[in-house]
């Protein structure tokens, strides 16, 4: 099993990874652009990345590959779409750096409430500035509102209570009874959280559906001199909005990403927001801890070991969630060479398609049974032939899928 790692890595990870024989090639530096041809050269079953943006023509030189592990929890720097359209499974390690980017994001709220980061500005530029610096809100008996209450939200919401503050939260996982039992305020949407929130944290994956969730509408709806941090991703704020709100509504954001960010680890980099004196910045580095990124590179090792063993991999994120299946065909046979052959076989001259299928083997390995998934009802002559064309098969039975 061939493994290209097109990104940093973890030391104890490729000793995990060479521990079980595998030598896998290692390319940190080769980057977006030099992904296909390494990809066409070293020909991988298996491609690791951190940050590496894969693009369709990445896959499209990829003969072998079959899964692609992102060592993160996010995934908007692969092509889903182009993976998809070539059977390529995408898994990602969710949680794993959870802890590390709630930490950061508590940096962010305590940097915007306390403005540490100008406060050391003018020191280190010999200013003593106590005059300027001895006001502040502070963030006890105040409101904490999370959008987004996955694993990093939820631990942004165990640190809130150390600070004394009530939290409010809007997720799709959450509900009243579900809130309730984590001693949080569950708001029906987002723009609930902005009316009643003196600080909003921000957990959302980058999707469609949340591409500048944060935009004029919803930074009109909170509180003046309130303080957004974004520590998930920079698409999900509208940087024109929020820019219009610091100016006229007094807000204050603390931003670990931004919409147009650099994919290099450095380069040069303008951006008004980032620039603004409202603004508490730092460079996309929520998961960059030693304790997140061990995690995670054992994360990554446990997938590449069960995708091995048994040639499915856990966390995978683009399998599809409903199909075109209107039956489910279930032949149970013996287990025995060219049944499944003579079944498939038999549902493709009837011009149907297989959505999905599982072949469970029975304790002894005499028998199992095949649980096909099928586009359309197959006739009854169809029937008749699956059922009559092996000695080797039991029994053979359809029924609708709601």
């Known amino acids: 099993m061939n493994i290209l790692i097109a990104d940093k890595f973890e030391k104890s990870g490729l000793d995990q990874l060479a521990a079980m024989g595998l030598k896998p090639t290692c390319l940190p530096d080769v980057g977006e652009a030099g992904l296909p041809a390494a990809l066409a050269e070293h020909n991988p079953d298996i491609l690791i990345v951190r940050g590496t943006k894969v693009r369709a023509t990445a896959f499209e030189q990829a003969r072998r590959l079959s899964l692609v592990i992102r060592a993160g929890a996010g995934f908007d720097n692969i092509d889903l779409t182009a993976a998809s359209n070539r059977g390529i499974s995408v898994a990602t390690c969710p949680g794993k750096n959870a802890i590390a980017v709630a930490e950061l994001a508590w940096g962010l709220i305590l940097a915007c409430d306390r403005r540490i980061p100008d406060q050391t500005a003018d020191l280190r530029d010999g200013k003593w500035n106590k005059k300027e610096y001895s006001k502040a809100r502070g963030l006890f008996g105040r409101t904490l509102g999370i959008i987004g209450l996955g694993t990093i939200g939820l631990e942004i919401a165990k640190r809130a209570r150390a600070f004394g503050m009530e939290v409010f939260a809007a997720s799709r996982s959450l509900n009243e009874t579900t809130a309730r039992a984590l001693g949080i305020t569950y708001c029906p949407t987002a723009l609930d959280v902005a009316y009643v929130a003196d600080v909003v944290a921000v957990c959302v994956a980058a999707n469609d559906d949340t591409k500048h969730l944060i935009n004029s509408t919803f930074c009109n709806a909170m509180k003046p001199g309130a303080y957004l941090i974004n520590t998930s991703r920079g698409t999900v704020v509208d940087e024109t909005a929020l820019l219009r709100a610091i100016k006229e509504k007094g807000i204050r954001a603390g931003l670990d990403v931004f919409e147009n960010e650099p994919a290099a680890a450095t380069a040069d980099f303008k951006s008004e927001l980032a620039s603004s004196p409202a603004v508490c910045g730092s460079h996309h580095v929520g998961a960059s801890t030693d304790q997140a990124q061990q995690a995670i590179a054992d994360e990554v ?102």
Do not use: F, W
């Not at 060219?338 to 072949?359: F, P, R, S, T, W």
């Open 301 to 402: 090792v446990r997938i590449v070991r069960l995708y091995r063993e048994t040639g499915e991999a856990p966390g995978v994120i683009n399998i599809a969630r409903s199909t075109a299946a209107t039956r489910l065909l279930s032949v149970r046979h013996l287990n025995r060479p060219g049944v499944l052959a003579h079944v498939v076989g038999e549902i493709g001259k009837a011009g149907i398609n297989i959505e999905d299928m599982q072949n469970v083997i029975y304790q002894g390995a005499e028998a199992a049974c095949a649980r096909i998934k099928l586009d359309a009802e197959p006739s009854a002559s169809v029937m008749n032939n699956i059922r009559t064309g092996s000695p080797h098969i039991l029994s053979v039975d359809l029924t609708s899928i709601e």
